[in-house]
């Protein structure tokens, strides 16, 4: 079986987009993806990469096209229900140690749900606790034993232990992508994310 890793972290919007469509790539190559949860702020220290916002603010025109690009995918995929989160930038080390604790628990996929429409489609501020509690609790996920998890030692190393592997394999920021040990980058790589698995699959 061909191994696909998607490595992500909620505060990126193009996460968020590939997430949306990468249901449909997994049913047609009958390939599942497994999601890991990664710090991108940690990956940024670790690499000494920045935001989009911060590396291209001074490049006349680059920020511009890379959301029409967006607009373009978007509209691709019929995804009418992104709005860009009026808090961002987020501090997601709560919600992607959450997304560990999650894992733990046993509700990794509804809670990847939630948190990503709450970051992207219901513009919610979710690195502010009480916001974070009241989302989980209105996803009808175990709140208490979440926020507890996500406390403890074991859940903050493997976050850490993730990132580290991800930095490890190439990985520069979010969403990462890992065929194999085929590197991708980006949301606009996902064509040829299809293609090596599928050229994988049938070598």
Known sequence: M????????????NAYLAHKVI????????VPFDYVPVLLGG???LTGNQSPALAFAGIKNKLAYDQLEMRRFIARHGLERFRM???????????????VAAQVAGVFKPYVEAVFADMWERG???DEPEVIRAALDDAGL???ELLRLSQTDEVKARLVANTQ????AGVFGSPSFLVGRELFFGKDRLGEVEDE???????
Not at 165 to 168: G, I
Not at 197 to 203: D, E, P, S, V
């Open 197 to 203: 698995i599928l050229t994988q699959k049938a070598g």
């Open 85 to 99: 989160n009026p808090h961002f930038p987020v501090n997601t080390l709560q919600i992607m140690r959450g997304a």
């Open 142 to 144: 175990p709140t208490d």
């Open 23 to 30: 249901p449909a790539m997994s049913e047609r190559t009958g």
């Open 43 to 45: 990956v940024f220290k």
């Open 2 to 13: 061909v191994k696909v890793e998607f490595l992500f972290d909620f505060g990126s919007p």
């Open 124 to 126: 919610r501020k979710m």
């Open 165 to 168: 592997a991800a930095v490890d």
